[in-house]
């Protein structure tokens, strides 16, 4: 069996080449352009474990995985233009270097040929494979629609916030497992814990997502500390410190909100840890981590198998980065 | 068999429904408001015809002309986003009531729902009708790009806007007949014959339409005469008109093309004349029509089982809107 970095590592090879005709290089050049960006490619391996956690790695997993990584790819893409984000990995955006009509249709392309991949599977799994995949591809547009609606509404609760998270950024970690252990021959239940592992995984690595952006080490934090403070951004922090603040701290938080003053983030900070939300946070992150062990646990395969999943996901809530 | 408006009224019946789930509203609402526009349904009947050529229409033959229906309602709606289109048959287009950023993901989700429809076939059509779905596909999507291409571009030949016409819109309607002809259990020889037919009819029907909108009926044409030339769009006539023009009328045609002088469209239209761009034009159209028409005569099923075909192709050619 094939640790994280060993797969992440084999899909890299094999993924590094033209997913994509020459012509017309105007559309297929953006395209191929944010794969060679690079990136963890945690959902394709995610699929490759899924699989492995049932037998050998086979030949359709590679095609599904490639899709998987394909479709993430697409996502980027038209989110990078809704967010208007000029930076992905510290290199411009696809919109930002080649234009919002062509990323915008390098897009489109790329989802077509997440498509292509997945109908080059066995015949016996085509339908059940792309069954989860439509589904899962229609509920993280769902995800990135409610998280626009978002930002439009004053207030957002914690619990529609996960809601929001399951689906824009879980449900794939979700599905790809899921997709991986179809292919290994996986029962349903089998199936079903995989998914629930996933989902619960993606929700605690958001958390501490969101955790590390305001109380992460500045050492080694990769980006700036508070960036999400300092873009208003609907944090679970932020969400949860208005539930929680008393009157006072609520009207100190609307004010900062509204202004941009230069001790905002040290501001806001303070108003967290006078909240305990980093606390909460850090309780919350357990809570999912724990349900995501639980159902690894309950799989109904040898503990040695399940060995590389642990490692992934103690390497991914223990990341400071 | 069905003539082509029976066949659309007994399509639009079914096709009637909400594809999507209600939540959340913001992003579905917008992509079901597309659909209840309306339109010809053309390319949907096509796979039902194209089915019905080779027997009974059957239950996956309405199956994938909703998702072709649904296909074309995706480009639609990214097309006018990338065009900055503020209205579609007379109504604002989806960007425009809704924004931008949700038309762009109402048209994501409406392509995955595509593909839902595609999974429900039988098992052993699935694979082939994928496929060539998936081609065609990234074909729309190249149209586009290289549409956009030539806007930017000074010389653009006759040939490379029939390729660019080809991909964006021709392929749709020769797939459709080919998929509805491939659930009909139609061998491969009759499947090229009748893609060539609906590519052929593709091309034809756009050189009608650039003919239409510079020669047409004012009475009868539905929308203002002269639009393509007001838009200094690169149609059929422009582009032949500026390989054809002697130096003089060239140097007349680059000054209406960069000032908007009131009398333009009379101008334009009387260097048209002049070149016989309308004749050539007719003859195009005819070259192409005619090619369409032996394709469909080397069908080999029975003449009688193609008359809705004929019709429908003589409907197409004849309108004068």
Redesign the interface.
Known sequence: MYSFLELAQQFETKFDVRHFPK??A??YDAAQYILAIGGKRVRPVCVLMGNELFGEINKDAWQVATAIELFHNFSLI?DD??DKAPLRRGVPTVHTKFG???A??A???M???A??Y??HID?SY??KI??LF?TT??EV??G???D??FEQMQNVSSDEYIHMITLKTSVLLAASLQLGAILGGAGERNQQQLYAFGKNLGIAFQIQDDYLDAFGDPDKFGKQIGGDILANKKTFLLLHAKEVANDAQKKEIDTLLELNAADKVQKMLSIYKACKVDEWAKELKEKYYKAALNNLEDVAVLSARKKPLHDLAVYLMERES
Request: aromatic share 6%; glycine share 2%.
């Open positions: 012509q017309p105007s559309l038209h233009i809704m919002e009509a062509t915008l249709l897009g489109d392309v989802f077509a040929q498509y292509d997945l109908t015949l085509v339908q792309i069954k439509n591809s229609k547009c769902e990135q629609q409610i626009m609606d």
